[in-house]
């Protein structure tokens, strides 16, 4: 079958005008899926806020641990999204948040989840922070390219706030971890005096239950006890404080039996 010159034409004029309409298809999509990827960031990092919120807010662990890993699957889509583009820093924030979050869901009480959270909540105004920047920064390196020293005075004002704030933000995180430790050495003596007072009271009921015995034999004699000193006392671990006691009742108890012997 012939085709005459016009019919020829019109092909390649359908055929050009179809290849127009495909390529700019194409274009619309490409251009849409950076901007749904760029909001995707966004949205994820909304997620892992509130959901950050609502575990500090949780009145139990199960609470916090639920909305821990909310937080924690929206903070890894983010990575992801962000393995794409140059943003290195908004990157390194998030797989930070990522690694307290982890820390939070290692836990085995609700203040060191809530603690670990708190950390991650300070990361997430950062994150957001330097994913704008890193964002308005590739535009602006491209207005700076064609001469543009003005953005470029921008741009180096911008990273010498972002170093600044980097540096408050890691004297806020070695504050909190300094005063965990301080609150960890506090738990820790009180639970040693708590265990003193109660071995101390314990003994001394010991001692005065003796003392009746032998003055009901008739005995001129009592048992009686010494202290060692209580700072040296709680410097001790709690397995040498149990020890500790254990010897203490085990010399009570033989002084009390050689006293009662002496006393036939």
Known sequence: MLFSQTQIKNILLMKKKYLLLVLSIIFLNTSHAAVYQEGDVHTNLRIVSKNITEGIKSYNFEGLKYHARLAKKSIETT??????????????????????????????????????????????????????????????????????????????????????????????????????????????????????????????????????????CNCNASVSTTSEDKTILTSKSIEELKSYYLDKIIRTTENYLQLLHSCK
């Open 79 to 216: 990575k992801s999204l962000l393995e794409s583009t140059d943003c290195t820093t908004t990157y390194d924030l998030s797989q930070s948040i990522s690694t307290y979050l982890d820390t939070a869901l290692l836990g085995d009480d609700l203040a060191a989840g809530r603690s670990y959270l708190y950390m991650a909540e300070d990361l997430i105004d950062k994150t957001f922070y330097e994913y704008e920047v890193c964002t308005n920064v590739q535009d602006d390196i491209s207005d700076v390219s064609n001469g543009n020293n003005n953005e470029l005075s921008q741009l180096e004002q911008q990273q010498a706030d972002l170093k600044r704030q980097q540096a408050e933000l890691e004297q806020k995180a070695n504050d909190l971890k300094r005063k965990l430790e301080e609150q960890k050495v506090k738990e820790s003596i009180l639970e040693k005096e708590v265990f003193m007072t109660q071995q101390d009271k314990t003994i001394a009921e010991n001692i005065k239950g003796y003392n009746d015995l032998l003055k009901n």
